[in-house]
C-alpha cells in the first residue's frame, strides 16, 4: 500500500471518467497516457474540509491487493469540492455523474458547507459579549489547553448559531451528519503485536475495515477491508486472532490493551450488521449473531 498526496505544492490535470480518475502532468497532454488512472469503484470516500481555513479536501480509500492505497485530493472552492465530492461517493458505488443521484448529492453536499459558514465574524463577536459561556464544559481538556478561552467560545458560538434556527430534529441530524464526516468517524482503536513483528502497533477497527497504524507516527501501514475477509479464528490458549484475506494475505495478532475477545466480537458483530437489509421488518437472525460474535475459551 502507498500514500499519494496531492497537495497545493504540485498541481495535476485530473479528468473524471465513469468510475475512475485519471490525472496529468497538465492538460496539453491530456489524450496522452495519464501519471496514473485510479478506479474508484469499491474505494472509501473521506471528507477533509475546513470552510473557514478554506480546506477543501478528498481523502480517498482504494482497495488493492495487499490492502488499501490511500489518495489525497485538494479542491480550490465549494463548488468545486462538491462536483468532485459527489462524483467520488458515486463512483465508490459503482455509479457516474450520469446517473440521477448526482446533482442532489452536489446540493447536498453546497447545503451542508453552506451550513458551515452561515455566520459572519462580526456575528460571533456580538454574541460573545452578551453571553457568558465556559469553554472548558464543551471541550477536552486537551482542546482547552491548546486554544485560548476566547477563541473556544467564538467557535462554540459560531456552531451554536449554525443550528438555532433549526427544528430540533434536524439540528440533531446535522449534528449526526458532521460525527459522521469526521475523518475518524466509528474507528475503535487496540493495542497490538502482530505475529513476526518486535514492536507494537494500533489495530483500528471499523465498520468496514481493519487498519494497522504506526504506533509511534500514527501513520496508516495497511488496511484491510472486511469484503475481502474469507475467515478469521481466535487460539484461545494464547489470546490471538488470526485472518484470511483473499490474494493468500493472512494475518495475525494478540491483542495488548484489551482482551482479545472483544476484538472478536467487534469483527464479527460489524460483519453481522453488514448482512442486515435496510428493511425495519426484517426478523433479527440470533443464532447468526451469536455465532459470528461468540466464542469458546
Known sequence: PKKLILKAFKQYWFVFKDTSIAYFKNKELEQGEPVEKLNLRGCEVVPDVNVAGRKFGINLLIPVADGMNEVYLRCDHE????????????????????????????????????????????QVASGLENMDLNPECFVSPRCAKKHKSKQLAACILEAHQNVAQMPLVEAKLRFIQAWQSLPEFGLTYYLVRFKGSKKDDILGISYNRLIRIDATTGIPITTWRFTNMKQWNVNWEIRQVAIEFDQNVSIAFTCLSADCKVVHEYIGGYIFLSTRSKDQNETLDEDLFHKLTGGQE
Open 79 to 122: 463548488s468545486q469540492y462538491a462536483q468532485w465530492m459527489a462524483a467520488c461517493i458515486l463512483a465508490s458505488k459503482g455509479k457516474t455523474m450520469a446517473d440521477s443521484s448526482y446533482q442532489p448529492e452536489v446540493l447536498n453536499i453546497l447545503s451542508f458547507l453552506k451550513m458551515k459558514n452561515r455566520n459572519s465574524a462580526s
